[in-house]
């Protein structure tokens, strides 16, 4: 298996979006916004949605993975990224307290939405993009996605490896909270230089909203901004797209509104597994067991409203829907 991958990646070079099949805004990015300071001056609520030069919010930094970059106490030879060709971007998340859930008299809004306080005490690091079909592909050998045939992929995004189909920078999707786990676990243990995982629902949200308290990250879409910043039913031809083709939210993630719905690693309860939703929560992880799992971000076939930030879908994990996918969460070993 480790061959296969090590081939995969040699052929197919670094998970990072190219240049030559990226959006144009996300090549310019590659040197400017990618190497932006961690601590910039975040965009206050009055100068408008961020877009895609906007600077950098503060407690949100971009780390891409380096060549050879392994922690000191690993053995010389050990697998990073880099060797087995998962180069995927990352963004440094700072902790701090935000309240989960909408507002009563935020419109569109679900039951199971109920505002609360919320800490979270640990920093990290979250994929920018959700797993493309490239990188699922390269860590697994394999792509399930439904939207993989030439007809299905944006411009300059189909390719075939060894007679698997890809529309490489597509998200991968029709993959269960289950597959989300092997993926994870492969990955794991294929590199010794951090730790990856789902996120939780917590940090799902806290990342999406990013500083702000409005439906989307960019505010209330009362002049549908949203089709600037995610695919839904309204306006994705019902398929998924490459990553990062519409704007970023201010901590530079892209589509955290659409494209395709996210596993979290929580099990899914309506109270978010909370018995008491006054009082200030700390890093919570939902309920301790369950059946169903909770998915995040709308996705190309749904409505606008169900691309909010609160909004809160529960699925069983063995659900494997072409408009569910995944980002990843990590932390250094």
């Known amino acids: 298996m480790l061959r296969q991958i090590l081939t995969a990646a040699a052929l197919l070079g670094c998970f990072s979006l190219a240049h030559s099949e990226s959006p144009d805004h996300l090549a310019r990015n590659a ?14 609520s009055a100068s408008g949605p961020a877009h895609r030069s906007a600077p950098i919010a503060a407690g949100a930094k971009v780390a891409a993975v380096k060549n050879g970059s392994s922690k000191a106490s690993k053995p010389a030879d050990a697998l990073d990224e880099s ?4 180069a995927a971007r990352f963004v440094s998340i700072t902790a ?3 309240r989960m859930g909408s507002p009563s ?3 569109d809004r679900d039951n199971d939405e109920t505002r609360h306080p919320v800490r979270l005490t640990n920093d990290f690091e979250i994929q920018a993009t959700e797993v493309t079909q490239l990188q699922y592909y390269t860590v697994t050998g394999r792509n399930p996605s439904s939207f993989s045939a030439r007809e299905n992929c944006d411009t300059g995004n189909y390719r075939t490896v060894s007679g698997v189909s890809l529309c490489a920078n597509h998200p991968v999707e029709s993959v269960s909270w289950d597959d989300a786990q092997a993926f994870i676990n492969e990955l794991n243990n294929i590199q010794e230089t951090h730790t ?3 996120p939780t629902e917590a940090e799902w949200e806290y990342a999406a909203r990013a500083g702000t308290e409005s439906p989307y990250s960019f505010g209330t879409n009362a002049s549908n901004e949203l089709d600037d910043y995610g695919w839904h039913n309204g306006n994705s031809n019902a398929k998924t797209h490459a990553v990062a083709a519409k704007n970023q939210n201010p901590w530079r993630l892209f589509d ?10 929580d099990f899914y309860d309506r109270n978010y597994g909370l018995t ?16 169903l799992r909770a998915i995040r971000g709308g996705s190309w076939h749904i409505e606008a409203k169900m691309l909010r930030s609160a909004d809160r879908y529960a699925s069983r994990q063995s659900n494997n829907q072409n408009s569910i996918g995944f980002r990843l969460v990590r932390t250094a070993r």
């Not at 040197?31 to 206050?44: I, L, R, T, Y």
């Not at 060797?83 to 998962?86: A, E, N, W």
């Open 96 to 98: 701090g307290d935000f």
């Open 276 to 291: 008491d939703l006054a009082s200030l929560t700390i890093n919570p992880t939902g309920p301790t067991s369950g059946s």
């Open 196 to 198: 990856y995982r789902l």
């Open 105 to 107: 008299t935020e419109a």
């Open 31 to 44: 040197e400017g916004a990618f190497q932006a300071q961690a601590g910039a001056k975040a965009p206050s």
């Open 83 to 86: 060797k087995v060709g998962f």
């Open 256 to 265: 955290m509104h659409g494209n395709v719905r996210e596993w979290t690693q």
